[in-house]
């Protein structure tokens, strides 16, 4: 009895030492994922106390994303051809879960620059997860528009990767010393000369120009988006109705609402308060307004989400006013279309709106650089996993050796 007593406490002072052990090394794993979290940024330095990333081409890369610049060069000797060419690759830094008209504003932006230094741009959009199939050697770009200079990285003397998104206008004009173009509307006819590929859409934009609608369009962003507001929370969507009603009584008639939604729960709502004046598009959505189940991380098609998607942008652009909050398909609407009336979503109940100041349509501010980038460490981290995984892809040689230039060198 005396030996079987013995053993118990034996093995229950084991089973103490090890539920200590444990716990001692589960802490250190927690308070060493705390110091990567807490890495701080001061003064343009990032400081990080750990060395899990530090090979080869970790400093290179560290400092040319902290000036927004992954840039590298191609240099073709055997051409005849003394042209340069501007490959955008963003799905070297991006590898989140950019949507379609965010990675459209960023290509763009490559687009926009590359014309300003006389280049001739290129697009590749690879593995970038929300649009892109898993195969990585498909350019999804040619997925949805016709290629833009298709092979012209191998036929130019100099290539010109373009390996993120390059930051504000301002900046790109003051590192290159580029004189801007003074006609922005030129300028953007010329970006916007991309074929949109034939698809199943016939009949969509009558949708919006029949009979001579004068249409109100809704973009109304839910599920995952109230991670991204400033309160972590999405508008009521009685705010939405309510802003929705105010401007739609100010249209002439005949008159519809046209809305794009990633949620189904909106459109229901819209149809319940506005009846038969409600049209939309056939789409993949959710089903709620508030969740986490947004249909963009979902196993649905890519392709046919990224479709979606972008015939929903197109046939916004096509209305005369536009009821919108922040969000990157609203800021690729009024790219599209400059001279829209555009209409910030308003949380001010309907009652006070005559007492507020008479709001005059504002037209749309084309010239303000639509995407703004966050350079944080953990972004940072992010990208550089994602460089790894995708470098091998760039037409840039280069690139995948981690050899960056300074663009503002050049």
Known sequence: ????????????????????????????????????????????????????????????????????????????????????????????????????????????????????????????WRNCYTVCPRNASVNAWELFFESVNFKIEDQVKKVFCLGNYLGPEA?????????????????RKSLLNLSFRHRDVEGFEGIISRRGYHVLAVHIRGTDHGDEMEDGKLPQLMTWIKNAEYHFESLPSPKKIFIASDNSESIRKFISEFGDKVIFTKAHRSYNYEGMDSVHLSNIDHYKLGTEVLVDILLMAKCRHFLHAESSVASLVAYFNPDIYTHFLDHIPKEKYKEADKKVPRKSNSNINLHESDNTYSEMLESYECFKENKAYSVCENMAEGKFIDFVDW
């Open 1 to 124: 009895m005396r030996i079987s007593q013995k053993r118990l406490v034996l093995a229950f002072t084991i089973f103490s030492l090890f539920i200590v052990f444990f716990c001692w090394i589960l802490s250190e794993m927690l308070f060493k994922e705390d110091v990567k979290k807490t890495a701080s940024f001061s003064g343009g330095i990032y400081n990080h106390n750990y060395t899990s990333r530090e090979d080869g081409i970790w400093p290179s890369f560290k400092r040319h994303f902290i000036m927004s610049n992954v840039v590298a060069e191609r240099n073709n000797n055997n051409s005849n051809f003394s042209g340069v060419a501007c490959a955008s690759e963003l799905y070297l830094t991006t590898c989140g879960n950019p949507g379609m008209a965010a990675l459209i504003l960023m290509t763009l932006d490559h687009i926009s620059l590359c014309h300003n230094i006389g280049g001739m741009p290129t697009i590749f």
């Open 171 to 187: 900046v790109i004009q003051s590192h290159l010393n580029i004189k801007r173009s003074t006609d922005k509307n030129v300028e």
